[in-house]
């Protein structure tokens, strides 16, 4: 019964070019990478399906950072945004529905 509360809640969005698939263990696939020491922190969106190019669109927007900001890896589509930003990404990628 919850879940079709859930499913009605949702908003009907248009289906997006991509999709970012779950873990095995059912969580969002958004990691806090840490370089330098500790002193540069970046998050990462792994598991990107589809285009990716249209993902970090999305998220720029969604978060209102800078285009220099948000990038997509080439060789292994993910899209990584400079700083913390995890709960953030992990609550629009819920009301997306993914």
């Known amino acids: 019964m919850r879940l079709f509360r859930l499913a009605q809640t949702l908003p009907s969005l248009p289906p997006a070019p ?4 779950r873990t095995k263990s059912n969580r969002l696939p958004v ?13 990462l969106i792994r598991r ?10 999305d ?7 800078e285009k220099a900001e948000v990038t997509l890896n080439p060789v292994t589509g ?5 700083g913390s930003h995890v709960p ?11």
């Open 31 to 43: 990691y806090i990478r840490t370089q330098a020491g500790g002193s540069k922190k970046s998050t």
């Open 18 to 21: 991509y999709h970012v698939s």
């Open 88 to 98: 953030r990404i992990t609550e629009w990628l819920k009301t997306r529905g993914f």
């Open 48 to 57: 990107v399906e589809g285009d990716g190019l249209a993902l970090k669109a």
């Open 59 to 65: 998220v720029q927007e969604a978060l209102g950072v």
């Open 78 to 82: 993910h899209v990584v945004v400079k």
